[in-house]
């Protein structure tokens, strides 16, 4: 972490090596804080940095603080405002990962989410790829099963819950795996250990719905937009069966920090013929080229900094 840059932190922009909490911080005892994953976009052509999607992102982050029964007088506009005060205080001229945390900021020892003071905080850093494979990932199905919704909210970004993101993603690796699919308490396959998962099937694109206990994904949002009405294709909402992915003609996963990384092979069996396939690959350039601003249709998407 470059300790250099500044965060939101209580209040004011401090330098992020003064935003410190106590270690008797409820969010940290018990993982009662929810939290965003934004990134930003440098377009080298207009030396402009773009944020993608914050609204949508800070709309989420606000459900996620509803649903652990937090309050605070943010809205979206003004954590908007917030981060790009925060982004130009540090001048980036490259990618930036940004993560916003509502927690619950008293100290003490007490499990329980009422009459417990809330608090924002935001730090910055440049962004690094998150899936190294992303071309040609290979995934494995997890013997971890996916928070269930009445467990903890699995729509919401619940820090706790990522306990259950760490465990598939560390089993996997270990096992040589670059990711895994989870499957849901009902047996169908949910999600990554971090990203929204799709598969073409007979040409149509499937997508679990957002009652099988996925996040509601930004870029699951953004790529179904593209896959309808710039590549002409039929998306489909619904489960999807763990014997499917081995005989899918493509498969991806999407997200924030993974954006949208190709699976080609699953438990040592190829999914189509073993490598990126052509959906994929076209989507891969049409996101990208959302991501940096250089599509009109997508404006509203790029907030510049
Ligand atoms: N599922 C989980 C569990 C995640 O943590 C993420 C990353 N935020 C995603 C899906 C993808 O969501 P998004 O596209 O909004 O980053």
Not at 116 to 135: A, G, Q, R, S
């Amino acid at each position: 972490m470059d300790l250099s840059k500044h965060a939101y932190f209580e209040g004011k922009i401090v330098p992020l090596a003064d935003a410190k909490i106590n270690i008797a911080t409820h969010g940290f005892l018990y993982g009662t804080a929810v939290f965003g994953g934004i990134r930003a976009y440098w377009n080298e052509e207009k030396k402009r940095l773009f944020v993608f999607r914050p609204w949508d992102h800070y709309h989420r982050l606000l459900h996620s603080a509803r649903m652990m029964a937090m309050s605070t007088s943010f809205d979206e506009e003004s954590l908007i405002e917030l981060t790009l005060e925060l982004l130009r205080t540090d001048h980036y001229q490259q990618d930036v990962y940004m993560r916003p945390t509502f927690y619950k900021a008293d100290m003490g020892i007490g499990v329980r989410l009422h009459d417990l003071k809330d608090e924002f905080c935001l730090f910055t850093m440049p962004y690094e790829k998150y899936v190294k494979n992303d071309t040609n990932a290979h995934v494995t199905i997890s013997s971890w099963r996916r928070i269930d919704d009445n467990m903890i909210p699995a729509r919401g970004k619940v820090a706790g819950a990522y306990a259950n993101s760490a465990l598939i993603k560390t089993d996997a690796n270990r096992a040589g795996f670059d990711e895994a699919l989870v499957l849901d308490q009902n047996g169908h396959v949910s999600e990554g250990s971090a990203m929204n998962i799709f598969m073409v099937r007979d040409g149509i694109v499937v997508t679990p719905p957002v009652t099988d206990n996925i996040l509601e994904g930004i870029t699951r949002k953004s790529v179904m937009e593209i896959l309808r009405s710039d590549m002409g294709l039929q998306v489909v909402e619904r489960s999807i069966d763990r014997t499917e992915v081995a005989i899918a003609e493509e498969f991806f996963m999407t997200g924030t920090a993974a954006q949208v990384t190709a699976v080609t092979k699953v438990d040592h069996r190829p999914i189509g013929r073993g490598v990126m396939g052509p959906i994929t690959a076209k989507l891969r350039d049409l996101y990208e080229d959302a991501l940096r601003g250089r599509n009109p249709k997508y404006k509203s998407w790029n907030v510049e900094v």
